[in-house]
């Protein structure tokens, strides 16, 4: 069941930003653990009573079903499977990192997704799938809204997963999402008539929220780009096939009692979602190693480490099940791993569709060297390409060898022309292999499960750090 906000008159209206520091938060550490049990249990009757007229065995075996879901180390297993089951074709990373956005509400600092494609590549279709997961009183989707609207909601869009499909013009105003995701909260004063006589009115609609949205168009307002996660639909005709061909042969959709039991495992991380999720020592090391050779990467590592948090939260049940809550929780090397193996790709396109000048250059090499069958590029056929001059070219490749996005093709001799190939392609997040040799602190092997593929993964240190037992 999907939630409308209908455009609501209320004359002039001007918005006001609050004051960061009274951005709401979740409730303190105090007590969290002593009132776990209590609050698990006043969420499971909700979800439960919610679900409809249900015998005691069917309630019991839908709360067994999510314990067991989130107790198994085989979470994103289940999650492929059920998300497979309710139509989704392709598009598999896309939805996972929707789930996690959508989980990501229930913490102090959401994450945000924009999907991007053309019209008709299923935008709407793919969100709506990690969404079907969600109980409909954690999503509220918007169809359309007028200035004023958001501000009748109160405390509806608290820790809520607020869906806008087509972002655009005809889909109405835009600034209020910006102001709950940047200010938490969304303060609005408006004119109204109270017994004849017209008196301003304060109305306030509560965040955090976490922002799903879709959109046809490649780049959106800066300010709402930089606070987005950006993921583009696979328009390729494998897709395409692929799309036609589930459409002849569909799989069963995912039962009432199957979803219920999702909506009840979401109940029960929401619980949970007051225990703080802390970062260890050793994510300093993963901070220094992430790639720095674009300026737009430093809006993309805060919602990488979000990401980490979230399947923090939602793993932590493999260590602590639904009856022993920690009082805190750690993300690890696993949750890292299957955060980077998530999000890596996705960054990764991000940066490569950025209108950052060093990477323009880089694709512009790229593509130059590929029409001649791999061979280095000159500042001659930059130049011409880019539609710049000698200098500006020269300028361009010189801060791309830099940012270590394209290399040095020739060895620099006296005369010699220099030339220029692209370096491998970037990553993002370095990679977790790698990354386990620079953390002394993690001696012993490392093992989950692809978040993609389901394929079970172990990582082993190889380097001997001085001191460490054999």
């Known amino acids: 069941m999907k939630t409308r906000i209908k455009s609501e008159s209320g004359g002039a209206a001007t918005s006001v930003a609050a004051e960061p520091d009274s951005t709401p938060k979740t409730k303190g550490n105090n007590g969290a653990v002593s009132n776990a049990a209590e609050s698990v249990s006043n969420d499971v009757s909700r979800n439960l009573s919610a679900i409809g007229e249900m015998t005691p065995e069917r309630k019991s075996q839908i709360e067994r079903g999510a314990r067991g879901l989130l107790e198994s180390s085989g979470i994103f297993k289940s999650l492929r499977r059920a998300l497979r089951r309710e139509r989704l074709v392709g598009e598999l990373r896309n939805a996972l990192v929707l789930y996690v956005v959508g989980l990501s509400a229930l913490l102090d600092r959401p994450l945000n997704a924009i999907v991007k494609g053309s019209s008709s590549a299923g935008k709407n279709h793919l969100v709506s799938r990690p969404l079907r997961l969600f109980p409909k009183e954690a999503v509220r989707e918007i169809t359309s809204s007028s200035k004023t609207a958001w501000n009748y909601g109160r405390d509806d869009f608290r820790h809520a997963i607020v869906y806008l499909q087509e972002r655009n013009d005809a889909a109405g105003a835009i600034h209020p999402v910006r102001l709950l995701i940047s200010e938490g909260r969304l303060i609005r004063t408006v004119t109204v008539n109270e017994g004849g006589i017209r008196v301003p009115k304060t109305f306030v609609a509560e965040g955090p929220i976490a922002s799903i949205s879709t959109t046809t168009r490649d780049r959106i307002e800066v300010d709402d ?80 480490v979000e990401g980490c948090r979230t399947i923090a939260l939602l793993r932590s049940f493999e260590k602590y099940p639904v009856d022993q809550p920690p009082r805190e929780i750690e993300v690890d090397f696993s949750d890292f791993a299957i955060a980077t193996m998530l999000f890596e790709e996705v960054f990764v396109e991000s940066l490569d569709r950025d209108g950052d000048e060093h990477l323009k250059t880089r694709m512009a090499v790229q593509e130059i060297s590929d029409e001649n ?31 270590e996005l394209i290399k040095r093709a020739n060895e620099p001799e006296k005369g010699n022309a220099k030339t220029y190939l692209p370096a491998p392609r970037p990553r993002f997040i370095p990679d977790p292999a790698e990354m386990l040799e620079e953390i002394p602190e993690i001696t012993a092997p490392v093992e989950f499960i692809h978040p993609l593929t389901g394929e079970t993964i172990k990582l082993r240190r190889t380097k001997k750090q001085k001191g460490a037992i054999a």
């Open 373 to 403: 069958k791999g061979a280095p590029v000159t500042a001659e056929q930059l130049a011409e390409r880019m539609s710049v001059s000698m200098d500006r070219a020269y300028r361009l490749l010189r801060d791309a060898v830099e940012a």
């Open 225 to 304: 780009e930089n606070r987005h996660i950006s993921l583009w639909m696979d328009e390729s005709r494998e897709q395409t096939r692929r799309i036609n061909e589930r459409y002849v042969s569909p799989q069963p959709r995912l039962t009432d009692d199957e979803l219920a039991t999702w909506h009840q495992a979401y109940a029960l991380i929401k619980a949970r979602a007051d225990v703080p999720v802390k970062l260890p020592d050793w994510f300093t090391i993963v901070a220094t190693n992430v790639f720095d050779g674009s300026v737009t990467s430093r809006r993309y590592f805060p919602n990488f």
